[in-house]
């Protein structure tokens, strides 16, 4: 996830944490404590996947049951407060995918526009800025899934298709005419973007070779394009999905004999594998990893359990999971992407319950001696991040007030 970098652990943090593990590691395990951002018991009806910064601010859209009042993306700040970046009620007809946000709060997301052309665009709460715009840059497509770097610019990512040469682009931008970060005129094919870092660092796949190779890559300025995992190697899929200020890029491979892994792959250091199908899982879907090793993700384990895990890519726990109570009432269907993991462990999702409703949900990591939501031994990073998190936990969290806009 491209967020801020994180600070040194203080000593007495380090020093809790060896304690922990040298007299009750066996014993540690965590409980997890599920805050609700919005949901749809009140005037909303959906909502897209949300990210989140390390600050704590959660980037989402939401549709209202009201169709007068279309939809709007929102920003909740650290202690609650919802902030409108964007709604429909302007020259905005509707937005699709999913926004992302910056360490800064700067939210970029597509939007559908009333003169039937798509825009990227980015706010703060006030002006937006147009990043690429499908007539104006003529393209005949553009993605719904831009990202936003950490930098003091807030650079701007998403994959588009030319309309003069049919062309697939990555383009880049702050405002204005963005300009073309790779395209398939090139040796690079463009298939997807995961996300662009604090450094530029721009995690992608493409294909080359005439379409033939497919890989796993990482660049900044296009030129430079250097692979993590590519379909040579003896894999048969790659996916590229998510990059961290650190330059760790997380991805997805999958043999002809059906393993799939999810691994990190940091600079010039060997690609880590983390978790595998066949064995204990069937399947995986998005993941996302922070600057401290957090990672959260979704996967299917052999049994049939479908839920969000969590925890270092060292050792991870099931944090939820489909048919689990969440506040109240049993999940149906959950949902995470990139960029929803911070550096405490905290991660943001999206459920449906049985209740008939879905929303937004924050979950927050502690460590306890007795047992908890996940279940487990917890590594050395891990009681790390769980005491940081609790620091988190002795702040005033509050969500929307009871019975205001998104009900009690």
């Known amino acids: 996830m491209a967020v801020a970098r994180a600070p040194l652990f203080p000593a007495a943090l380090l020093l809790a944490a060896v304690a922990l593990l040298s007299t009750e590691a066996n014993a540690q395990t965590t409980t997890w404590e599920f805050t609700k951002i919005a949901d749809s018991t009140a ?35 650290a202690n609650g407060v919802l902030t409108i970046i964007a709604d429909t009620s302007g020259p905005i007809a ?6 992302h946000l910056n360490s800064s709060g700067l ?29 104006t840059d003529a393209l005949t497509s553009i ?35 963005p300009a073309t970060l790779l395209a398939s005129t090139g040796t690079y094919d463009p298939v997807d973007v995961a996300g662009i870092n604090g450094n530029g660092v721009v995690a992608l796949e493409a294909k080359t070779l005439g379409g033939t190779v497919k890989g796993v890559y990482r660049t900044t300025d296009g030129v430079a394009v250097t692979p993590i995992a590519v379909t040579t190697d003896g894999f048969t899929a ?17 043999t002809a004999t059906g393993v799939g892994t999810l691994s990190v792959q940091t600079a010039d250091s060997p690609p880590r594998a983390f978790a595998e199908t066949p064995s204990p ?24 359990l479908s839920g969000i895990f969590a925890g270092g890519t060292g050792l991870y726990e099931k944090a939820i999971g489909v048919n689990d109570p969440l506040l109240g009432s049993n999940i149906t269907v959950l949902d995470t992407g990139p960029q929803a ?7 943001v999702f999206r ?13 927050t990591p502690s460590a306890t001696d007795d047992g908890g939501g996940g279940g487990g031994a917890i590594d050395g990073v891990s009681v790390t991040l769980l005491l940081l998190a609790n620091r988190w936990r002795r702040r005033p969290r509050r969500g929307p007030a009871p019975g205001g806009r998104f009900g009690a």
Request: proline share 2%; with cysteine; aromatic share 10%.
């Open 94 to 99: 509707s937005f699709s995918g999913d926004p």
């Open 143 to 177: 993605d719904s899934k831009p990202f936003i770097s950490d930098d003091a610019e807030g650079t701007v990512i998403v994959r588009a298709v030319r309309s003069a040469d049919d062309a697939r682009v990555i383009l880049k931008g702050t405002g204005g005419t």
């Open 341 to 347: 993991v911070t550096n405490t462990g905290r991660f």
């Open 351 to 363: 459920a449906s319950r049985v209740n008939g409703t879905t929303g937004i949900y924050l979950a």
């Open 281 to 304: 899982f069937n399947s995986f879907g998005p993941a996302a990893v922070a600057e401290s090793g957090a990672v959260a993700f979704r996967g299917i384990l052999e049994s049939g």
């Open 43 to 77: 005037e909303l009806t959906s909502f897209s996947i949300p990210s989140i910064n390390n600050t704590g601010q959660i980037a989402f859209v939401a549709t209202f049951d009201d169709v007068a009042l279309g939809q709007t993306v929102f920003r909740q700040e």
């Open 238 to 254: 790659v996916e590229a999905l998510d990059v961290n200020n650190n330059g760790t890029v997380v991805f997805f491979t999958e």
């Open 107 to 135: 939210v970029t997301f597509t939007a559908k526009m009333d003169n039937d052309s798509f825009s990227v665009l980015c706010g703060n709460g006030g002006a937006l800025v147009t990043i690429a715009n499908t007539v």
